[in-house]
């Protein structure tokens, strides 16, 4: 059975820092594309970034400069480092996977469960 299964997660003050993980099992992820999404109370999921297997990154407007997506493929892990969070930046944050993954969500087959970021002001 395929899971991914973020950690990481928590409460920080704006201008702060955390680093998501993302450990994937079931099978190995290595060709896979691996994304990271967050979904804001009353509003849509969105694309945050995004790592192809041989390693190029894409990320939202929103975040560039401040995220970073990275990935160890003998751990089968995806990793996302937020610093300068900001208040907007609060969210649910879900990892996901698929062999050709792009910027939205429909193009992902395997999520994890989220976890909580909170940026307080």
């Known amino acids: 059975q395929v899971q991914l299964v973020e950690s990481g997660g928590g409460l920080v003050q704006t201008g702060g820092s955390l680093r998501l993980s993302c450990a994937a099992s079931g099978r190995t992820f290595r060709t896979d594309a691996l994304g990271w999404f967050r979904q804001a109370p009353g509003k849509e999921r969105e694309f945050v970034a995004r790592?192809?297997?041989?390693?190029?990154?894409y990320y939202a407007d929103t975040v560039k400069g401040r995220f970073t997506i990275s990935r160890d493929n003998a751990k089968n892990t995806v990793y996302l480092q937020m610093n300068s969070l900001k208040p907007e930046d609060t969210a649910v944050y879900y990892c996901?996977?698929?062999?050709?993954?792009?910027?939205?969500?429909?193009?992902?087959?395997?999520w994890g469960q989220g976890t909580q970021v909170t940026v307080s002001s």
């Open positions: 790592i192809t297997w041989n390693g190029e990154t």
């Open positions: 996901a996977a698929d062999l050709v993954g792009g910027s939205s969500s429909g193009d992902y087959d395997y």
